[in-house]
């Protein structure tokens, strides 16, 4: 069973740093490009982050919102994607789901597998 | 970016009726457009990319269409485990972006 499971959301303070990880399983992981999406609370969804390729031929790619802030990264060996956020605010507050591309670029290809989410509480 | 705009932004139908719900991109993304649907409390699932195939176990009531910069998702007859807020996104360029959704309920 294709699977994601995320993990490290919790409460952080404006301006701290969270890293959130995502551990893949069911595929083989190094054939797909990996994004991360979030969804403030009662809003729409907003992707943050995609990345795609390995070793020196990785690349990625962030929204706005985010760019300079946040660093998505994979781990081929463990599986796993993670995302960095430094200098966090208030409007990061969101759940954040990892979703698997259907195929190895994360442009011209959905996102056709979504993880259950971690939540990020960005708050004083 | 790629501004992706939706309408309506909410409808109320009843069972068995004809639903329709446009989406449109600011500049041509071709034929890279997804449908998402997200039910109350649930994550999103992937309903239609490439404009018009239906992703695996979707219900045949689920149709979309359109090119370029207009395109439709039509639920030819509304059910009540179709209740969900719906989601349109362009995946032609990075940034990958979303329409605000189309939340969808039973009249």
């Known amino acids: 069973e294709v699977q994601l499971l995320e993990s490290g959301g919790g409460l952080v303070q404006p301006g701290g740093s969270l890293r959130l990880s995502c551990e893949a399983s069911g595929f083989t992981f190094t054939r797909n490009a990996m994004s991360w999406v979030r969804q403030a609370p009662g809003k729409g969804l907003e992707w943050v982050s995609g990345i795609m390729g390995s070793g020196d031929k990785t690349y990625y790619v962030y929204g706005n919102s985010v760019n300079g802030r946040f660093t998505i990264s994979r781990d081929n060996s463990k599986n796993t994607v993670y995302m960095q956020m430094n200098s966090l605010r208030d409007e990061d507050t969101a759940v954040y789901y990892c979703?698997?591309?259907?195929?190895?670029?994360?442009?011209?290809?959905?996102?056709?597998?979504w993880g259950q989410g971690t939540t990020v509480t960005v708050s004083s | 970016d790629i501004q992706m705009t939706q309408s309506p932004s909410s409808l109320s139908a009843s069972v068995g009726d004809r639903v329709t719900i446009t989406c449109r991109a600011s500049q041509d993304i071709t034929k890279y457009l997804a449908w998402y649907q997200q039910k109350p409390g649930k994550i999103p699932t992937l309903l239609i990319y490439t404009t018009s195939t239906l992703q695996s176990g979707v219900p045949s009531r689920f149709s979309g269409s359109g090119s370029g910069t207009d395109f439709t998702l039509t639920i030819s007859s509304l059910q009540p485990e179709d209740v969900a807020t719906y989601y349109c996104?362009?995946?032609?360029?990075?940034?990958?972006?979303f329409g605000p959704g189309t939340k969808v309920d039973i009249k």
């Open positions: 979703v698997r591309h259907a195929a190895g670029f994360y442009y011209h290809f959905p996102m056709d597998v």
């Open positions: 996104q362009q995946y032609n360029s990075a940034p990958l972006t």
